[in-house]
């Protein structure tokens, strides 16, 4: 689980999903999840305060997970 301020990601790691919870502020904001190369994987937009990521169409590895532009340093997650 991963706790940034006013966001939490779980599991991590994951197997096929992440659920990310976060304050209204975030809704509208766009997501970006990259291999550590920087090589965009999927994004999309934050739809609720309760967002499912549905991931399971990635290799097992390490990934980077940002949400809207004020999200530093981005959330590592892992696929196993």
Request: glycine share 10%; no cysteine; net charge neutral.
């Given at each position: ?50 967002t499912i990521l ?27």
């Open positions: 689980e991963n706790d940034i301020g006013q966001v939490r990601i779980f599991p991590n790691p994951f197997q096929t999903q992440v659920k990310v919870n976060m304050d209204a502020r975030y809704i509208g904001s766009e997501y970006i999840l990259s291999e550590l190369s920087g090589k965009i994987i999927d994004r999309g937009r934050m739809v609720s305060e309760d549905h991931l399971n169409g990635i290799s097992n590895g390490l990934y980077l997970l940002k949400i809207g532009s004020d999200m530093n340093p981005p959330v590592k997650l892992i696929k196993n």
